[in-house]
């Protein structure tokens, strides 16, 4: 795969767009922007493809840096074929600027042939650890989440795992996603969660109680499928409030999202430059009392 190493300078400005969603301090001490990036879809549009040009990725998570983005999620299984979003976030932003957070989930394992595995176990999620670190050129990481699987039971000897991997110094933070209530609650008795990454959108608010619980505790919440999973939708009462605003109905989306709760941490995907523009400038964003009791009758919607 062609690609090039970072040479640019990547700290970004107070006045740069995403900073107008304003921040969040994750754990207590790492500050980050509450408009961020979701990598998973920079190798590939699906997990059978196709591809995405992985120099077009490496531009896209520059651009985001540059928009003031200091908050990326990833996993070491976000790869399609030899394309991984490990190998673009390193070779795009390494040597990192001091103020990023680089997120990412163990839990779920995909083989090369990228069919899944059974979720790990302590041994193995000990190795996944090691091999996001190996992957993105870091001696620690900032936030590691649990992935859970629905399948799966109480996870309190994966999560120890994970609680002894940050008192080793590998880890900063620990969050939990995919996580149930209960599950976040057993967790919670082995160590600090520092965020919860669970679906939610306008769309699917499956998780609301969850939402308000986090922003109680000033737990971060990461909302992944902001745009419900299949593109940004382009429903009538998006479109109503965007053009309102002069905005887009994926704007609209996002901005909703930060409206909803103080600890909610946005992380639109893409892989495309000009949407990556269009999603930090949402940042910027502000919905009234008018556009969110427009947006309510999205609740049902469900996708
Ligand atoms: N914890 C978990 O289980 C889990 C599961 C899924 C995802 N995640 C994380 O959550 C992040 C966000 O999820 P996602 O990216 O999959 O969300 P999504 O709601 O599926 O949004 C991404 C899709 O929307 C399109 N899109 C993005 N911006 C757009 C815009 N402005 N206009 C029109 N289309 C737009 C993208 O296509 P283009 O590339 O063409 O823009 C892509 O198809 C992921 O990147 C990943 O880091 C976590």
Redesign the pocket.
């Known amino acids: 795969m062609a690609t090039t190493e970072n040479t640019s300078s990547t700290h970004c400005s107070d006045t740069a767009p995403a900073t107008a969603a304003g921040s969040h301090l994750i754990g207590g001490d790492r500050l980050v922007h509450r408009m961020g990036?979701?990598?998973?879809?920079?190798p590939s549009?699906?997990w059978d493809g196709p591809a995405?040009d992985p120099e077009r990725g490496i531009a896209v998570l520059r651009r985001a840096v540059e928009l003031g983005v200091n908050h990326?999620?990833?996993?070491a299984f976000?790869f399609y074929e030899d394309i991984a979003?490990n190998d673009l976030i390193r070779k795009a932003l390494h040597p990192y600027p001091d103020d990023l957070v680089i997120a990412t989930?163990v839990g779920p394992g995909r083989l090369p042939d990228g069919s899944w595995m059974d979720p790990a176990d302590p041994t193995e999620l000990r190795a996944a650890v090691h091999r996001n670190l190996r992957e993105l050129g870091r001696d620690h990481l900032d936030l590691v989440?649990l992935?859970f699987l629905r399948t799966d039971g109480p996870g309190e000897d994966r999560f120890a795992t994970l609680a002894a991997l940050r008192d080793e110094g590998l880890i900063r933070h620990l969050g939990v996603?995919?996580a149930t209530p209960g599950q976040l609650a057993e967790a919670q008795e082995i160590a600090p969660v520092a965020a919860v990454?669970?679906?939610f959108?306008p769309l699917t608010r499956d998780h609301a109680e969850l939402v308000d619980l986090c922003a109680a505790r000033d737990i971060a919440y990461?909302?992944?499928?902001?745009?419900?999973?299949?593109?940004?939708p382009d429903l009538a009462a998006l479109r109503r409030v965007a053009d309102r605003h002069g905005a887009?109905?994926?704007?609209v989306t996002l901005a909703w999202l930060l409206a909803v709760s103080p600890s909610m941490l946005a992380?639109?995907?893409?892989?495309?430059p000009?949407?990556?523009t269009?999603?930090v400038a949402a940042a910027a964003l502000r919905l009234d009392a008018e556009d969110l009791a427009e947006l309510d009758a999205l609740r049902d919607t469900g996708m």
């Open positions: 990036f979701g990598a998973m879809r920079l549009a699906g995405h990326i999620d990833t996993a976000y979003a989930k989440y992935r996603s995919n990454q669970n679906r959108s990461v909302p992944y499928f902001p745009f419900g999973g299949a593109g940004a887009t109905p994926a704007q992380i639109p995907g893409t892989s495309s000009d949407h990556l269009e999603n």
